[in-house]
């Protein structure tokens, strides 16, 4: 069993929809949880973090964890083209800090 | 701010050859610099931790002698895959940080490596 998992997709969705993307995970210890966003041959780029369990909004973007289930979400409001882009999560491991393990990643698609 | 290159974004060797990557941090001093690879739709896998001056720390099924890490100062790392072979090809990504939590790290915009 892999320590993080996410459904790769692909995703296609209609611009303005409200889109959710989810990661599963097995260490409970993991304390920091991460979305990034990366376009096609590009290096990823951080959207959000979250310490712990919460929620966390910025803009368009929300990320909700919860660690009893130990599941994360990452929901985008009003949808854009522009957002079409694979989505990775990704959390912090409790020993080597800094350390990130990556889900595979979802294939997101917003069309006109 | 926070800015990390790499150097070449995109090289093509023959099987047999080495090739060095060069990741550096533009607008920061980077205390420990990682090495990523990825397949086509698959994800980001850590290769190794790199600390500016000390050997870097390979994970399991890295092979040290095929991808040596030099973190030679606080604003460079680079990568060379000695002996390349076809199965080499990939996309390579590195990150840098100064922080100790694991949002902190930056990352590059990547390295196609093509191996022919």
């Known amino acids: 069993q892999k320590e993080v998992e996410q459904d790769p997709g692909p995703l296609s969705v209609p611009e303005g929809a409200i889109v959710s993307l989810n990661c599963t995970y097995s260490?409970?210890?993991?304390?920091?949880f991460m979305w990034y966003r990366q376009y096609s041959r590009k290096g990823p780029e951080l959207l959000m973090y979250?310490?712990?369990?919460g929620n966390k909004e910025d803009g368009r973007f929300t990320a909700q964890v919860d660690k009893s289930s130990k599941y994360i979400s990452l929901f985008i409001r009003d949808s854009q083209p522009s957002d079409s882009a694979t989505y990775l999560c990704?959390?912090?491991?409790?020993?080597?800090?800094?350390?990130?393990?990556f889900g595979a990643g979802t294939r997101l698609a917003v069309h006109p | 701010g926070a800015v990390v290159s790499q150097h070449p974004s995109w090289v093509i060797c023959k099987s047999g050859t080495s090739v060095k990557i060069e990741c550096r941090s533009l607008?920061?001093?980077?205390?420990?610099m990682f090495w990523y690879r990825q397949f086509p739709k698959q994800s980001l896998m850590l290769m190794a931790t790199?600390?500016?001056?000390?050997?870097?720390?390979?994970e399991q099924g890295v092979e040290k002698d095929k991808f040596l890490i030099n973190h030679a100062s606080l604003t460079l790392s680079t990568l060379t895959v000695t002996s390349a072979h076809p199965e080499d090809s990939s996309f390579y990504i590195c990150?840098?940080?100064?922080?100790?939590?694991?949002?902190?790290?930056?990352f590059g915009p990547g390295t196609r490596l093509t191996v022919t």
């Open positions: 990150s840098a940080t100064s922080g100790r939590a694991g949002y902190e790290q930056y």
């Open positions: 260490n409970s210890a993991f304390q920091y």
């Open positions: 979250t310490y712990s369990s």
């Open positions: 990704a959390m912090s491991p409790p020993s080597g800090y800094n350390k990130l393990i």
């Open positions: 607008d920061f001093q980077a205390t420990t």
């Open positions: 790199s600390n500016e001056g000390s050997k870097a720390t390979y």
